[in-house]
């Protein structure tokens, strides 16, 4: 079964309460549209204590658990007089802001999306789900950023030249020993590319490995992975037992309750993940205003005569 009675309470007026017990004794008091400044964003009485995997935050508490402020922006669109680095750079914007909004969805505890129930039995296992959802999508988004950002840098470093059509460039760049190959031979040892310092591209590329080291280190690229290919992902503790029908030597049929299934799904705890993507969405930002990558992308961008178009 899932455990969702261990890692939700309400605690309201000295007692404690699942999310549907609350609404139940208490709909006519609640709000759900209440996302006032000192409240919990969810309709939830003010003086309410959530108990959340073992601790209680009061609204206070439970808002700085949340930290939705401290989630960076990226501002600045860039044009750039190469069509194709038009195409790949709004494509890294999009998927950004893409990643951004999911994250920022998937923090909330307690969602109050109007389409859950909060009169059902299963009232917290739907809002986890829910966030579950949310994380998901900005895991895949925020993976997508490091395969645009190599394409990127393929074309800067001319490797797209190395195929017919764009198309073909954009299916074979992921191939990394061929553009290893191509980097090695290359890149490495000439002192510039297209008019660019050759050490600003090797920095360039140096913090785009950093970037997705990042997120192999702290398994986001495989929740991505198993999610795409398996379409399979379980928060850790809430595993579903599942029924499968055995027949004994006296071909008496019986159901056979088994966690077999989630011994092969990927296992992971949502908050811990969501905190990693916190720092990547920053690490992003960061990426984008560093100097080295400014110059990188300056180099590329329209211009006429002296003048920078921005």
């Known amino acids: 079964m899932l455990l969702a009675g261990e890692y939700l309470e309400i605690k309201y007026q000295d007692k404690k309460y699942k999310l549907e017990e609350l609404y139940d004794k208490f709909k006519n008091e609640l709000n759900l549209n209440d996302k006032s400044e000192d409240s919990f964003y969810c309709g939830l009485p003010k003086d309410a204590i959530v108990i959340y995997k073992g601790k209680e935050y009061d609204s206070k508490s439970y808002k700085n658990l949340l930290n939705l402020e401290n989630i960076e922006l990226i501002f600045k669109p860039m044009e750039f007089n190469n069509n194709y680095l038009n195409i790949l750079y709004s494509d890294f914007n999009f998927h950004f802001q893409i990643a951004r909004i999911n994250l920022i969805k998937s923090i909330p505890i307690i969602q109050s999306d109007a389409d859950i129930n909060w009169n059902n039995s299963s009232t917290y296992v739907g809002m986890h789900y829910l966030r579950t959802v949310y994380f998901i999508n900005s895991c895949v988004a925020y993976r997508h950023l490091i395969d645009k950002l190599y394409k990127i840098l393929g074309i800067i470093i001319n490797y797209d030249k190395v195929f017919k059509t764009f198309r073909e460039f954009i299916k074979k760049i992921d191939e990394r020993d061929s553009f290893n190959n191509y980097w090695n031979n290359n890149v490495l040892g000439n002192s510039d590319i297209n008019g660019l310092d050759t050490c600003k591209i090797e920095t360039f590329r140096d913090k785009i490995d950093i970037l997705s080291d990042f997120l192999n280190q702290n398994e986001i690229s495989n929740i991505v992975n198993e999610y795409k290919h398996k379409g399979l992902y ?22 056979n309750l088994s966690d077999d299934y989630g011994k092969d799904v990927l296992e992971f705890d949502i908050d811990e993940k969501i905190k990693y993507l916190r720092d990547y969405n920053n690490m992003i930002v960061d990426f984008i205003k560093d100097a080295n990558t400014q110059q990188v992308l300056e180099h590329y961008k329209f211009s006429f005569g002296n003048i920078i178009l921005d």
């Not at 499968?244 to 008496?252: A, H, T, V």
């Open 234 to 255: 379980i928060e850790k503790g809430l595993k579903i037992s599942h029924c499968s029908i055995i027949k004994d030597s006296n071909n008496y049929y019986s159901l």
